[in-house]
């Protein structure tokens, strides 16, 4: 099953397809209020375009600027209308919006396929066209229809997605955190008290987990879609195990940012589906979650294999894979199947704490 496709009308009427969108890139000036800051215009907001910021974000579709403004001004009239709050790594520049959108797209570690960008002027939108041909485009004076498009409203809004943007808040003092932090590297990881709990998941994580196969494409060990309803069935099967993994750091906690689909024998766990989210792909948790595996499996004494397609995408997670130890064993079809070496035993790294309940 495919992930799911969004569909803007373009100006000139063409139907742009492509993934779901989970950023949106705003203009200001005669986009979210009418007439130029900068000539004293402003002072009149686009209300049905105010509404689509909120109700986006409530979905968990996050948002920024790429606007030529000063950046003091624009943001004080942005808190005058309420909006301040919305906008992550917002860029106020006279570069090329494209180079301002592809500067976001890096500061949230989003692939520009998820990139919406929205303006009044055509020029601007064509230029971000050329340079950046995996965002898409549109028009300011169709940006009001935005929040009912079907693509962008999910079945079921969960606890993760209507906190997004407060995760990525704190993302950002991460971020800051690490620019101005002077030692190795993990020294870093040792001060950032990471804690990883991985749990069977329960009934309640499972929008969750369909959330994640549907938005996690780097660190993705085989781009195989589960719904939840399949991930119920999974969970049922004496089988099968499906994990969720779960991070906090000193800085807050991230949520459920991992799912394993392991396929359990009395002689070979077998990994059908690794995700983790790319927010924390820095902090090397794909690498732990295989080790921690690794070390069960042998504890049962059992042999440990892990599935890998590649998707033209996830070559990190296949990074995770080799920092983890794990050495392609054999070749099924298009799955490359990876297992460790006799002396690794998956050990955890010192810096993290790591809670588990599988036995």
């Given at each position: 099953?495919?992930?799911?496709?969004?569909?803007?009308?373009?100006?000139?009427?063409?139907?742009?397809?492509?993934?779901?969108?989970?950023?949106?890139?705003?203009?200001?000036?005669?986009?979210?209020?009418?007439?130029?800051l900068?000539?004293?215009?402003?002072?009149?907001?686009?209300?049905?375009?105010?509404?689509?910021?909120?109700?986006?974000?409530?979905?968990?579709?996050?948002?920024?600027?790429?606007?030529?403004?000063?950046e003091?001004?624009?943001?004080?009239?942005?808190e005058?209308?309420?909006?301040?709050?919305?906008?992550?790594?917002?860029?106020?520049?006279?570069?090329?919006?494209?180079?301002?959108?592809?500067?976001?797209?890096?500061?949230?570690?989003?692939?520009l396929?998820?990139?919406l960008?929205?303006?009044?002027?055509?020029?601007?939108?064509?230029?971000?066209?050329?340079?950046?041909?995996?965002?898409?485009?549109?028009a300011?004076?169709?940006?009001?229809?935005?929040?009912?498009d079907?693509?962008?409203?999910?079945?079921?809004?969960?606890?993760?997605?209507?906190?997004?943007?407060?995760?990525?808040?704190?993302?950002?003092?991460?971020?800051?955190?690490?620019?101005?932090?002077?030692?190795?590297?993990?020294?870093?990881?040792?001060?950032?008290?990471?804690?990883?709990?991985?749990?069977?998941?329960?009934?309640?994580?499972?929008?969750?987990?369909?959330?994640?196969?549907?938005?996690?494409?780097?660190?993705?060990?085989?781009?195989?879609?589960y719904?939840?309803?399949?991930?119920?069935?999974?969970?049922?099967?004496?089988?099968?195990?499906?994990?969720?993994?779960?991070?906090?750091?000193r800085?807050?906690?991230?949520g459920?940012?991992?799912?394993?689909?392991?396929?359990?024998?009395a002689?070979?766990?077998?990994?059908?589906?690794?995700?983790?989210?790319?927010?924390?792909?820095?902090?090397?948790?794909?690498a732990?979650?295989?080790?921690?595996?690794?070390?069960?499996?042998?504890?049962?004494?059992?042999?440990?294999?892990?599935?890998?397609?590649?998707?033209?995408?996830?070559?990190?997670?296949?990074?995770?894979?080799?920092?983890?130890?794990?050495?392609?064993?054999?070749?099924?079809?298009?799955?490359?199947?990876?297992?460790?070496p006799?002396?690794?035993?998956?050990?955890?790294?010192?810096?993290?704490?790591?809670?588990?309940?599988?036995?």
């Amino acid at each position: 099953m495919p992930e799911a496709e969004l569909t803007v009308a373009r100006p000139e009427g063409r139907v742009t397809p492509g993934k779901a969108v989970k950023l949106v890139v705003w203009d200001l000036d005669d986009t979210i209020w009418r007439g130029v800051l900068l000539e004293g215009g402003g002072d009149e907001a686009i209300e049905p375009i105010i509404d689509v910021i909120r109700r986006l974000d409530a979905r968990g579709v996050l948002h920024s600027i790429a606007s030529r403004n000063d950046e003091a001004l624009a943001l004080r009239r942005l808190e005058e209308l309420g909006l301040a709050e919305y906008f992550l790594a917002p860029q106020f520049t006279w570069d090329r919006k494209s180079e301002a959108v592809q500067r976001i797209a890096e500061r949230l570690n989003l692939g520009l396929d998820a990139v919406l960008f929205v303006d009044d002027q055509p020029f601007e939108r064509e230029e971000v066209a050329s340079a950046l041909p995996h965002v898409r485009t549109l028009a300011a004076d169709l940006a009001a229809g935005l929040a009912d498009d079907p693509l962008l409203t999910p079945t079921v809004v969960t606890d993760e997605a209507r906190r997004r943007r407060a995760s990525y808040r704190e993302d950002e003092a991460r971020q800051d955190y690490e620019r101005a932090f002077t030692g190795s590297n993990e020294t870093f990881l040792h001060t950032l008290e990471l804690s990883l709990c991985v749990a069977d998941a329960a009934p309640a994580d499972l929008l969750r987990a369909e959330e994640l196969v549907l938005r996690t494409n780097q660190l993705n060990s085989t781009g195989v879609v589960y719904s939840a309803r399949e991930l119920e069935a999974l969970c049922a099967s004496t089988e099968h195990r499906v994990l969720m993994a779960d991070l906090s750091d000193r800085f807050g906690d991230y949520g459920k940012i991992g799912l394993v689909v392991l396929r359990t024998c009395a002689s070979v766990w077998r990994l059908k589906l690794l995700l983790v989210s790319c927010r924390v792909q820095s902090r090397g948790a794909g690498a732990v979650l295989l080790s921690h595996l690794i070390a069960q499996a042998r504890a049962a004494d059992a042999q440990f294999e892990a599935d890998f397609r590649n998707t033209g995408r996830n070559r990190p997670m296949q990074i995770a894979y080799r920092f983890a130890g794990l050495r392609e064993l054999r070749r099924d079809g298009d799955i490359q199947v990876y297992g460790p070496p006799s002396d690794v035993v998956g050990q955890i790294p010192p810096y993290y704490r790591l809670t588990s309940m599988l036995s």
